[in-house]
């Protein structure tokens, strides 16, 4: 079992910046993959970034690399998410979600997730 909680979500204005912040906990491994999606009313859940708690490497979703990076703190057992140069489009729940094996960007891969936490971005 994995146990993961958000934070850091807000309401900035177009251009802020917001890190958000997974606090993981429970049984995991170097080959846990932790992934950020997000989702807004009426659209499909999107991932953004994943990385493997083991620190192998991170992935990004082509429209999000540049603007979002993905980063850990194993000493506080928390994931990172840092999203710069924010527009009202980003207006999302932000979700962390986790699983062992193969890192992707799909959602249905994930077993463990978050409860999210609200991004609103004004314009």
């Known amino acids: 079992q994995v146990q993961l909680v958000e934070s850091g979500g807000g309401s900035v204005q177009a251009g802020g910046s917001l890190r958000l912040s997974c606090a993981v906990s429970g049984t995991t491994t170097s080959t846990t993959c932790l992934a950020w999606f997000r989702q807004a009313p009426g659209n499909e859940r999107e991932g953004i970034a994943n990385?493997?708690?083991?620190?192998?490497?991170?992935e990004y979703a082509d429209s999000m690399e540049g603007r979002f990076t993905i980063s850990q703190d194993r000493s506080k057992n928390t994931v990172y998410l840092q999203a710069n140069n924010l527009k009202p489009e980003d207006t999302a729940r932000y979700y962390c979600a986790a699983d062992d094996g193969f890192c992707t960007l799909v959602d249905a891969h994930f077993k463990y997730w978050g409860q999210g936490t609200q991004v609103t971005v004004s314009s």
């Open positions: 990385i493997y708690l083991g620190g192998y490497g991170t």
